[in-house]
């Protein structure tokens, strides 16, 4: 191997004027090879301006500013030492944990075939179930209303209600039959439709509790299962309005979109709890007496 030649002002044969700051670069002749300026590790590019004793004892860039890189970077050696436990590895090859990282990692796709469980999705039958104790509570207490408003399905009608709540001992009955009726009509449609029902069950369950109370308080003992005054279907009528408080009327209603139609808490709960305390001081202002009386410890 032949070395190069490095003079500049040496010109290789058919390269007449190529150092040559006067004349321009020549074409190169037929069947010379192609030659680069890399072939030559001392030769640079643009090196007309630049004289011979400065191409090669000329600095290289060693500083941040010389180089143009950004002060605000953190160096590798700075990332490495703000790792736990890095610091301190012997290995060459230190990958950055998930504390560099902002955006956190895609939970894993499901199974194919599967999906997330969602409690809300397994009701089962429980809302079509709600349906049907709405209907049968409600458009009970729609019927009673009727017979008390209309007279209708052989009832008193208003002035025969007021009759027969004065004969029981009821006072102010021009206030208490048309609460009687409201509780009974109006709640019971709001039942059947779902509609507002933490309110409209505890209105059918503050009427029915003093239905009840009225019964019970006509005769000494309990009359749960007396022949002549029993109050079995107010006791059950009590308890169906008291779970639809509980449970909500379900999807199937117009509150469906709310949080009480399908996980009632705390405000079904205060709604069943203002539905007794509002039966109570009915009975004792539009009544008076005691409706427990001669039942064991009550008498």
């Known amino acids: 191997m032949t070395d190069k030649p490095n003079d500049p002002s040496t010109d290789a044969p058919g390269r007449?004027?190529?150092?040559?700051?006067?004349?321009?670069?020549?074409?190169?002749?037929?069947?010379?090879?192609?030659?680069?300026?890399?072939?030559?590790?001392?030769?640079?590019?643009?090196?007309?301006?630049?004289?011979?004793?400065?191409?090669?004892?000329?600095?290289?860039?060693?500083?941040?500013?010389?180089?143009?890189?950004?002060?605000?970077?953190?160096?590798?050696?700075?990332?490495?030492?703000?790792?736990?436990?890095?610091?301190?590895?012997?290995?060459?090859?230190?990958?950055?944990?998930?504390?560099?990282?902002?955006?956190?990692?895609?939970?894993?796709?499901?199974?194919?075939?599967?999906?997330?469980?969602?409690?809300?999705?397994?009701?089962?039958?429980?809302?079509?179930?709600?349906?049907?104790?709405?209907?049968?509570?409600?458009?009970?207490?729609i019927y009673h209303g009727l017979q008390k408003a209309t007279g209708w399905f052989n009832g008193p009608g208003l002035d025969g209600i007021k009759t027969a709540m004065e004969n029981g001992g009821w006072k102010h009955v021009d206030i208490a039959a048309p609460l009687l009726i409201a509780g009974e009509l109006g709640g019971g449609v709001l039942v059947v439709l779902g509609l507002a029902t933490p309110l409209a069950a505890g209105a059918v369950l503050a009427v029915i509790l003093d239905a009840w109370m009225w019964k019970q308080g006509m005769v000494e003992g309990f009359q749960y299962s007396a022949k002549a005054n029993s109050t079995e279907l107010e006791s059950v009528l009590a308890g169906a309005a008291t779970v639809l408080i509980l449970t909500g009327p379900g999807r199937l209603s117009f509150d469906r979109s709310r949080g009480w139609a399908t996980r009632p808490f705390l405000g079904s709960l205060a709604a069943l709890v203002a539905a007794v305390a509002a039966a109570i001081l009915t009975y004792i202002y539009l009544h008076g007496g005691n409706p427990l009386s001669g039942i064991g410890p009550f008498d």
């Not at 069947?31 to 030559?40: K, M, N, Q, T």
């Not at 955006?103 to 969602?118: D, K, M, Q």
């Not at 999705?121 to 049968?136: C, I, K």
Request: without cysteine; charged residues 25%; aromatic residues 6%.
């Open 16 to 141: 007449a004027g190529v150092n040559s700051t006067t004349d321009p670069v020549s074409p190169r002749p037929v069947g010379e090879p192609v030659r680069s300026p890399f072939d030559s590790p001392t030769e640079q590019f643009n090196t007309a301006n630049v004289a011979p004793t400065e191409r090669l004892t000329k600095e290289l860039p060693r500083t941040d500013d010389e180089l143009g890189l950004d002060p605000e970077v953190p160096l590798y050696s700075e990332l490495k030492n703000s790792i736990p436990g890095a610091s301190n590895s012997t290995g060459s090859d230190i990958t950055p944990t998930y504390g560099f990282a902002s955006i956190p990692p895609a939970p894993a796709a499901p199974a194919e075939g599967t999906r997330p469980f969602r409690r809300d999705e397994r009701r089962g039958t429980l809302d079509l179930g709600l349906l049907l104790l709405r209907l049968v509570v409600g458009g009970t207490f």
